[in-house]
């Protein structure tokens, strides 16, 4: 969790909080963090992150050590998960009223399987989910609770595991293509050249793994509004839920990414991982 500040006044770097990540050997990598309030806009109760990346069969990897064999011929996993309770989002009270975006539990969970050395890791949701629960959205001087409604398709961002598999679909199915340009932000058949590719950029894919966003009864904010997975906040700003960079050989999913646009700018993200299993080096 982090992000930073840039009005009013002078930018302010937010320290991320709870940041893990592994040496280039693998192993295991853990971190947590108390409560905080950072910049008096963002907060949380608590966060904990968590990494771990090693052989499956721990056996021959000792016996890799001995020179028995190489570790090209082993398989690996990484797991990689985000967890943030009591979150807390401010904006106002400057000039507008103080409004307050607050959720009870954000966390995603990714976890790489790789064969074995030279062939593509496999990328999917983890045991523990994608949770996005108790969103509530409260405005000073208004007593109305706002709740928010988080609907997940993991598929087929999750069940088409590896960049070639999503690819291969993608340009040999027409309906799968229908079905996913939106999501794949693809550009229209009538403004593209005859020959279809594939609609990455820089080498990748910028999409999203929420299907519905939702308030509660259908009683929302005033002047408030769902595009997707964006939600305008006017007063507070916008937040994207549930994105995800897909490339070739990783993936990373940010499940709340913040774009303050009132009395206070700036950008912050909850629940940010990334996950590749590769070996390094190659």
């Known amino acids: 969790m982090g992000g930073r500040i840039r009005r009013p006044g002078a930018a302010l770097a937010i320290e991320t909080q709870a940041s893990a ?6 192993g295991l990598a853990r971190a947590k963090a108390a409560s905080c309030l950072l ?3 963002v907060g949380f109760k608590s966060a904990l992150t968590y990494v771990h990346g090693d052989y499956d069969d721990t056996a021959k990897a000792a016996e890799f050590t001995q020179g028995k064999h190489g570790a090209n011929n082993l398989s690996a996993t990484t797991t990689a998960w985000a967890e943030v309770r009591g979150v807390t989002l401010m904006n106002g009270g400057i000039k507008d009223p103080v409004r307050r975006l607050t959720a009870d539990m954000v966390r995603a969970n990714l976890i790489a399987k790789a064969p074995r050395n030279g062939q593509e ?3 999917t949701c983890g045991p523990k989910g994608l949770v996005l629960r108790g969103l509530e959205y409260r405005i000073e001087g208004d007593r109305r609770v706002y709740r928010l409604g988080v609907a ?4 087929p961002f999750f069940a088409l595991s590896t960049w070639s598999g999503l690819t291969r679909r993608y340009l040999e199915s027409e309906e799968f293509e229908k079905e996913t340009g939106i999501e794949l932000f693809a550009p229209p058949a009538s403004s593209r050249s005859r ?3 594939f609609p990455a950029v820089g080498g990748h894919v910028y999409t999203s ?5 939702a308030w509660d009864k259908g ?5 408030s509004s769902i595009a997707g997975h964006k939600l305008t906040l006017p007063g507070m700003g916008v937040i994207y839920f549930g994105e995800m960079m897909i490339n070739e050989c ?9 774009h303050l646009g009132s009395d206070f700018g700036g950008e912050a993200v909850v629940g940010d991982v990334r996950d590749n299993g590769s070996w390094m080096p190659p």
Request: proline letters at 8%.
């Open 21 to 26: 990540c592994l040496p280039i050997v693998g």
């Open 39 to 41: 910049g008096k806009t």
């Open 121 to 123: 890791s496999s990328i």
């Open 152 to 155: 997940f398709a993991q598929a």
């Open 195 to 197: 020959r279809k590719a």
């Open 209 to 213: 793994v929420v299907s519905a966003l």
């Open 219 to 223: 009683v929302e904010p005033p002047g």
């Open 250 to 258: 990783s993936r990373r999913l940010t499940m709340m990414r913040v």
